[in-house]
């Protein structure tokens, strides 16, 4: 007798993966950009990071497992695959001052923003404080 599988109807309704292209989040302070991406099955290890010309790229590639002898898949729905994620950072940003960690699986970029782009505050003088405008007169 022939064994079927009887949620192979189920299975045949799922579409197919794509490549794997991991999510990513990010975030913008006044004095930082914040870049997390989800990096299930990865170390630091796998990953390479590099800011060229404004844009900050994270590369890796998640590896499929490979089987023991004699086990062939049936069904598999996970995406593996090389992988490049690029954010443009604006202009100036250091690339030494930025930080990345990784932990769980979960990579973590800060991106300090360039000095050029951080909010400042102005004061406004009032009576004595006050500065004379210079008028040009024609």
């Known amino acids: 007798m022939l064994w079927t599988d009887p949620f192979a109807p189920l299975?045949?309704?799922v579409p197919r993966?794509?490549?794997?292209?991991?999510?990513?989040d990010v975030t913008v302070s006044d004095g930082d950009l914040v870049l997390?991406?989800?990096?299930?099955g990865l170390t630091a290890?796998?990953?390479?990071i590099e800011l060229v010309d404004g844009v900050l790229t994270v590369r890796g590639e998640r590896k499929r497992p490979h089987l023991a002898e004699g086990t062939s898949?049936?069904?598999?729905?996970?995406?593996?695959?090389?992988?490049a994620r690029r954010i443009a950072v604006p202009k100036g940003v250091d690339a030494d001052a930025i930080m990345a960690s990784m932990d769980n699986g979960v990579l973590s970029l800060i991106v300090p923003k360039p000095e050029r782009l951080k909010p400042k505050t102005i004061d406004i003088a009032s009576g004595a404080?006050?500065?004379?405008?210079?008028?040009?007169?024609?």
């Open 73 to 83: 898949w049936v069904q598999f729905e996970r995406a593996f695959g090389s992988f």
């Open 36 to 40: 997390t991406l989800d990096l299930p």
């Open 11 to 13: 299975f045949a309704q």
């Open 45 to 48: 290890d796998d990953v390479s």
């Open 129 to 138: 404080e006050r500065k004379e405008f210079e008028t040009a007169t024609a």
């Open 17 to 24: 993966t794509p490549a794997f292209l991991p999510p990513a």
